[in-house]
């Protein structure tokens, strides 16, 4: 069963490896990146940063959507972490069984930070990052920002109408 997804610029870090996996009370961390699956060195450093109670997965967004569809995964509590707004439309429409999706620390990794609309001081997004946002909410996916669990949900549409 997915118990969150969530896009974080940062995947595997302090707030997720011990804040969002003890909150969830998940046993499995899966990061979906077609980049990082082929980066030895990334993949090392995402494992060591996963907390001992959560085992960790890192795999193409292909092979994430065929995981997150069996039917075994449903005995999981499953953490997916997705670091592109792209990557997680693409999971939402392949997997019916996500209904949230939560949004925190996504697009101030950039040389061109100024290109970006700021929503809040931990998001930044291009008008393309906007589009595939709309497009998940129009699939009736709550989109939220919420960097810790103690901290408010907000509507992360509502956040971007009032960014403009």
């Not at 974080?8 to 046993?27: E, F, P």
């Not at 996500?98 to 040389?111: E, F, K, Q, S």
């Not at 970006?116 to 989109?143: C, H, L, Q």
């Amino acid at each position: 069963m997915i118990s969150l997804i969530r896009i974080d610029d940062r995947l595997i870090h302090g707030q997720v490896a011990v804040v969002w996996t003890k909150h969830l009370g998940v046993n499995r961390i899966l990061v979906a990146n077609d980049q990082i699956v082929n980066n030895d060195v990334q993949k090392m450093s995402l494992r060591m940063a996963a907390p001992d109670t959560a085992k960790c997965a890192i795999m193409a967004v292909k092979d994430a959507r065929d995981v997150l569809n069996d039917p075994r995964s449903d005995d999981m509590k499953i953490l997916v972490i997705i670091n592109n707004v792209a990557d997680a439309r693409c999971l939402i429409e392949q997997v019916p069984a996500i209904n949230t999706l939560n949004v925190a620390n996504y697009g101030r990794i950039t040389d061109n930070l100024a290109a970006k609309t700021k929503i809040s001081d931990t998001v930044y997004v291009t008008p393309e990052d906007i589009a595939d946002f709309r497009a998940i909410a129009g699939r009736g996916v709550k989109v939220e920002y919420q960097v810790l669990p103690s901290h408010p949900i907000k509507n992360l549409i509502d956040m971007l109408d009032n960014a403009r």
